[in-house]
Structure formats: structure tokens, C-alpha cells
T-cell receptor, first 113, second 112 residues
Framework: EAGVAQSPRYKIIEKRQSVAFWCNPI?????LYWYQQILGQGPKLLIQ????????DSQLPKDRFSAERLKGVDSTLKIQPAKLEDSAVYLC???????????FGPGTRLTVT | GNSVTQMEGPVTLSEEAFLTINCTYT??????LFWYVQYPGEGLQLLLK?????DKGSNKGFEATYRKETTSFHLEKGSVQVSDSAVYFC???????????FGKGNQVVVIP
């Protein structure tokens, strides 16, 4: 079974530029999560989707971050415009409807200069 | 709200030494508890879990017991290997929420 796929793996941009990350969850997993992991900290949930609907986006900085999961499968996370403090690893995870285990992708490491 | 506290600082130890990483939590209701591991350059992987009090999760020689009375879920391994070098995260999720709350993580370095 293929795992959660993310791209790109690394991205370097200047502040005020825009960036987008892509996630393909495990086939059949209805729930998808985006996390932000700042160096030296644990991951923090940004947004949770159930199929193509948003379940929890209470910790998403909506003035600059947006995410969508139009067909209930792939998802994109966008930052526009980026700030220096957005430098982090962005993790995507998915979960099926049975248990509460989340499966994580390898992450995208974003550096904002 | 839910929160997880891990012991401060990296852990450096010699091969075959005993490893303990402390984890305590605050949660509403009866959470499920997890340990995740992150090897260099890789994503988070579930190491073990426990879903109710007194349960013991185990995997790859690692163990952790869900202690409700002390709200703890300490990770232990009797004899570490160099390949165990990684960052270890304690996490919890409350029933009906499915939002994982993570600790800050502990870097473990095992020296040959």
C-alpha cells in the first residue's frame, strides 16, 4: 500500500512570495490533515478535512494560509504572502474511518528568506 | 484543552544503554496515547499506542504503559541501538476529536 505522498520535498522562497504544497493521501482515507512543524517543536494542526469538507481550521492563519481538497482526495496548502516565521516543515497526514491512527507523509521543508 | 509535556533536552546515550523518555499529559475525557518516531529525513511514523488505562503499547523493543493515575506514558527501551537515533514525539487524541496534540519531541542520539 502506497503511503502519503507530498511534494515538493524542499522549497526556498523569499518573504512576500507565494508557495503551494501538494498532498496525496493513502487511497480510501477520508480524513486529511495538514500540520506545521517548526524546528524544535511538535507538529501543530493547521486544518483537517473530512472528504472535501473542512472539519477544523481553527489554527489556520486565514489571512495568508488557504487549503483545499476539491474532490475529496488530493489537497493543496497555499501560503500567500509568506513570512519569515512560516519557515517550517509542512506535514500531511491521512486517516481511514476505522481507527484513530494517522499516517504521515515525508513533509515539505519550507525556508523563507 | 489537551496538552502533552515531554522532558527537556536531547538524550545522548551509548549503545545497549537503557532509554527512558518521560511524557505526561493533560486531557479531557479518556484520550488515546501515542509515541511517534521521526528518523532523519523521514516523516513521522507511529511507534506504539495505548487506548485505555493500564494498556501497554510495544513495538521494536520499545514499551510504554498508559498510567491514568499519574497521567503519564513514558517510553522505555532496555537496550538501544545506533539505529534508534531519531526524534521521539508523545501525542494524544481525545475521543470524538481526532486532533493529535504533540509534545515538543526528544532528540535521541545513540553512540556506538
Amino acid at each position: 500500500e502506497a503511503g502519503v505522498a507530498q511534494s515538493p520535498r524542499y522549497k526556498i522562497i523569499e518573504k512576500r512570495q507565494s508557495v503551494a504544497f501538494w498532498c496525496n493521501p493513502i487511497s480510501g482515507h477520508a480524513t486529511l490533515y495538514w500540520y506545521q512543524q517548526i524546528l524544535g517543536q511538535g507538529p501543530k494542526l493547521l486544518i483537517q478535512f473530512q472528504n472535501n469538507g473542512v472539519v477544523d481550521d481553527s489554527q489556520l492563519p486565514k489571512d495568508r494560509f488557504s487549503a483545499e481538497r476539491l474532490k475529496g482526495v488530493d489537497s493543496t496548502l497555499k501560503i500567500q504572502p509568506a513570512k519569515l516565521e512560516d519557515s517550517a516543515v509542512y506535514l500531511c497526514a491521512s486517516r481511514d474511518g476505522q481507527g484513530n491512527e494517522q499516517y504521515f507523509g515525508p513533509g515539505t521543508r519550507l525556508t523563507v528568506t | 484543552g489537551n496538552s502533552v509535556t515531554q522532558m527537556e533536552g536531547p538524550v545522548t546515550l551509548s549503545e545497549e544503554a537503557f532509554l527512558t523518555i518521560n511524557c505526561t499529559y493533560t486531557a479531557t475525557g479518556y484520550p488515546s496515547l501515542f509515541w511517534y518516531v521521526q528518523y532523519p529525513g523521514e516523516g513521522l511514523q507511529l511507534l506504539l499506542k495505548a487506548t485505555k488505562a493500564d494498556d501497554k503499547g510495544s513495538n521494536k523493543g520499545f514499551e510504554a504503559t498508559y498510567r491514568k493515575e499519574t497521567t503519564s506514558f513514558h517510553l522505555e527501551k532496555g537496550s538501544v541501538q545506533v539505529s534508534d537515533s531519531a526524534v521521539y514525539f508523545c501525542a494524544l487524541v481525545s475521543y470524538g476529536n481526532n486532533r493529535l496534540a504533540f509534545g515538543k519531541g526528544n532528540q535521541v542520539v545513540v553512540i556506538p
